[in-house]
């Protein structure tokens, strides 16, 4: 059974902090990874995507990484900010199909 | 630019009544789309997707269902709405196979439902 684990499931941080978010999944026949935010009652924001080929991605104070040989991913936020506080959302979509099976989440607050 | 859209926003049913749900998606052709649902203290599941209109896969045994009238139109529904329907119900598309894209899903404001 393909399944998606994000450890630690909930962080407080002071602002200032650099941040280590972990993504582990199950099958190494992964198609892509995308990282999402999600704020109380919202939708879901699209971070960064990493497909299959690539080893990381980065967007400003984001960097993503992919491992497959052992099923980890990880998302690195330089100089967390209050404005960071969010649930950092994991998702896979494992080898030739478009269904995404996501992580739990870490829920992130960072205090000033 | 891609928007999707989804309405209501908010949504408080009786038991037993009848659902429906919209999806709309703009600045783009034969997306794939997708339904999820988000329950309290659970994660999201993947309930349908959609490769075109009238092409609907079901990945969850359940009281509920979609339809897809138009190319970028997708519908939730249901005849009669129980308890455990309650929860945050989100829409998302993503570029179809074979456009070269890297098939990121991109996703809605979300509707959220509340059974009583």
């Known amino acids: 059974k393909q399944e998606v684990t994000q450890i630690p499931a909930a962080l407080s941080v002071p602002e200032g902090e650099n941040l280590v978010l972990n993504c582990s999944f199950t099958d190494s026949a992964i198609y892509n990874l995308q990282w999402f935010r999600q704020d109380p009652g919202k939708g879901l924001t699209s971070l960064l995507l990493i497909q299959s080929s690539q080893r990381e991605q980065t967007s400003g104070r984001l960097n993503a990484s992919l491992d497959k040989s052992s099923g980890r991913s990880t998302l690195y936020i330089a100089a967390s900010q209050p404005g960071d506080s969010a649930t950092y959302l994991c998702a896979v979509a494992f080898y030739n199909t478009d269904k995404l099976i996501f992580g739990t989440g870490t829920r992130l607050q960072v205090f000033p | 630019s891609q928007t999707i859209h989804q309405w209501p926003a908010t949504l408080v049913q009786p038991v037993g009544s009848p659902l429906s749900l919209e999806c709309t998606v703009e600045g783009t052709s034969n997306p794939n789309l997708y339904w999820y649902r988000q329950a309290a203290g659970r994660g999201l599941q993947l309930l349908f997707y959609s490769v075109g209109i009238g092409q609907i896969s079901s990945e969850v045994p359940q009281n509920l269902s979609a339809s897809r009238p138009q190319d970028r139109q997708f519908i939730l529904s249901s005849k009669k709405l129980l308890l455990s329907d309650s929860g945050f119900y989100l829409c998302?598309?993503?570029?179809?196979?074979?456009?070269?894209?890297?098939?990121?899903?991109?996703f809605g404001p979300g509707t959220r439902l509340t059974v009583l």
């Open positions: 998302a598309w993503s570029a179809p196979p074979g456009t070269g894209g890297a098939r990121e899903q991109f």
